[in-house]
């Protein structure tokens, strides 16, 4: 088995000096050049990663952001970009003391137009600020996720973020049409355009997505938004084994067809360890091995909850469900999001965590969560939540204290059996700082050296968030 050999010695990397200081004070403003109770930029939310920079900055344009990373650039200052610091693999947290550049001033555009439903917003938009604006027009925003809150969108596609609606919308490939990226010389890129369909070069603004700041700082984001469906539906199913989920799944797919928008899986161990750190009750009386969370987005409600409820009946009649419920309200469907939803939370209050993010073919999804139980025999908590309509296991293991052994044996054994049952170390969480050590599993060499030479490309110095998702060095 692969180990991890966690190598983030400091690089020879400049330290901010009073006069660099005097610098940014100039070009964004005194009160945006941030250098005390900066915990909240230097950390990441579990509280599991940390780092030690002296400075964050919060320029408001994509101006203030060129001037300050030429500067970095010609100095040789490392700098982490950061959005709304929700990721989950310490990618936009400082590993030293790297400057923090933080997009969440840049809000100042917000372009939709309601023909086409192409929207141009600054990055520094909140997913969930963007996504009421839109709705206002009729439309929504093609992604969710439980951080809709505080992350942002440059964040969301520097993350290559999934979420809950990718079953029925697809990833952010589906939507994306340009971007405005500040790469690593300071250098202002503008890729792609508002157009749905432009197929006269390579799609550069693509590779803004899931690039967590290594080839530059997103600070505009042109995109698809979708019609805000008039019906929004869920259900939730208790199942007795994996294998029912599989069908009921398929039974999904073909009763609930072009409505069906999410499919998501919360076992039984995670149930209870949400019952006892949240206030949060089951749906269901007792417990049971799997639980299912369906949505189904749609145009007329009548028609969408006919065939929900029906979809329901069958998988309780087919006795692959052994109890179901669908919604009789938006309170009784927000509930029911909220136990999966806040399933992350109450893993995270169960102790010690090593979060994994998954993509495996559904005949070995849950068997991974299964051999880490026989694993670990006890010395570990495994919790298994997910999107189990786009395979995504969001595998978590918690412990009373921080255990070094576990930890040095855990990811290797989790991501080498990913990678050779024909699965992916990370579906949509991306590297950043706790996967750097497995980014070239399953990985050409051909591929990792193109990566490499992109990344020259974009950030000849290297500035920009080094240590993590793509290194020059090695
Ligand atoms: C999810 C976010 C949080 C986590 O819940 O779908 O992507 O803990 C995750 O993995
Ligand atoms: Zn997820």
């Given amino acids: 088995i692969r180990t991890a050999t966690n190598s983030f010695a400091r690089g020879n990397y400049a330290r901010i000096s009073s006069s660099d200081l ?86 100042n555009n917000f372009h939709l137009e309601p023909s086409s439903g192409v929207l141009t ?20 925003m093609p992604l969710d996720l439980g951080a809709k809150g505080s992350c942002q969108i440059g964040g969301c596609i520097a993350a290559g973020a999934g979420g809950i609606r990718l079953l029925r919308y697809g990833s952010l490939h589906s939507h994306l049409l340009g971007c405005t990226m500040v790469d690593g010389k300071g250098t202002i ?31 505009s984001v042109t995109m698809g938004v979708v019609p805000r469906p008039l019906s929004i539906l869920s259900a939730m199913l208790a199942v007795s084994s994996y294998s029912d989920c599989i069908r009921i799944l398929s039974l999904a ?25 949240l206030p949060l009750k089951n749906v269901f009386q007792g417990s049971h091995d799997f639980y299912l969370l369906i949505e189904t987005h749609g145009s007329n409600g009548d028609h969408d909850a006919e065939k929900l409820n029906q979809f329901v009946e069958e998988a309780l009649g087919m006795e692959l469900a052994v109890d179901g419920v669908a919604a009789n ?16 939370i109450a893993a ?21 969560t299964e051999e880490t139980r026989d694993k670990l025999k006890g010395r570990g908590r495994v919790y298994c939540y997910g999107h189990l309509g786009d395979g995504n296991s969001h595998l978590n293991v918690t412990t009373d204290g921080e255990d070094e052994e576990l930890k040095k044996e855990l990811s290797p054994f989790v991501y080498n059996w990913v990678v050779s049952h024909g699965g992916s170390i990370s579906a949509e969480h991306g590297i950043g700082q706790l996967k750097r050590d497995y980014r070239s599993l399953g990985k050409s060499a051909s591929e990792s050296s193109l990566i490499r030479s992109l990344k020259g490309v974009f950030d000849p110095h290297s500035i920009l968030c080094p240590y993590k998702m793509i290194s020059t060095q090695d």
């Fill in 348 to 368: 995270a209050k169960d102790g010690y965590i090593y979060k994994f993010d998954v993509s495996l073919p559904l005949e070995h999804f849950y068997r991974l």
């Fill in 329 to 344: 309200s938006e309170n009784e469907r927000a509930h029911m999001w909220r136990l999966r939803e806040e399933s992350p």
């Fill in 189 to 219: 890129l503008n890729l792609g355009g508002r157009l749905r369909k432009d197929n006269t070069s390579l799609h550069t603004a693509h590779l803004a997505i899931g690039s967590e700041g290594q080839l530059g700082v997103v600070t």
């Fill in 22 to 107: 005097s610098f940014f004070e100039k070009a964004i403003g005194k009160d945006y050049v941030k250098t005390k109770e900066i915990e909240n930029y230097t950390s990441d939310w579990t509280r599991q990663m940390k780092g030690s920079s002296e400075c964050v900055l919060l320029p408001s344009s994509t101006e203030e952001t060129s001037s300050i990373i030429k500067y970095c650039a010609e100095k040789r200052i490392a700098v982490v970009v950061q959005g709304g610091n929700t990721g989950l693999v310490g990618g936009a947290t400082p590993i030293h003391d790297e400057l923090i550049l933080s997009t969440g001033r840049i809000k």
């Fill in 121 to 140: 917003l600054d990055a520094g938009f909140i997913l969930a600020d963007a996504d009421n604006r839109l709705a206002e027009h009729g439309f929504m």
């Fill in 253 to 277: 797919r073909s009763k609930l067809g072009e409505i069906l928008s999410s499919f998501e899986l919360i076992d039984g161990e995670t149930m209870k360890c949400v019952e006892s750190h």
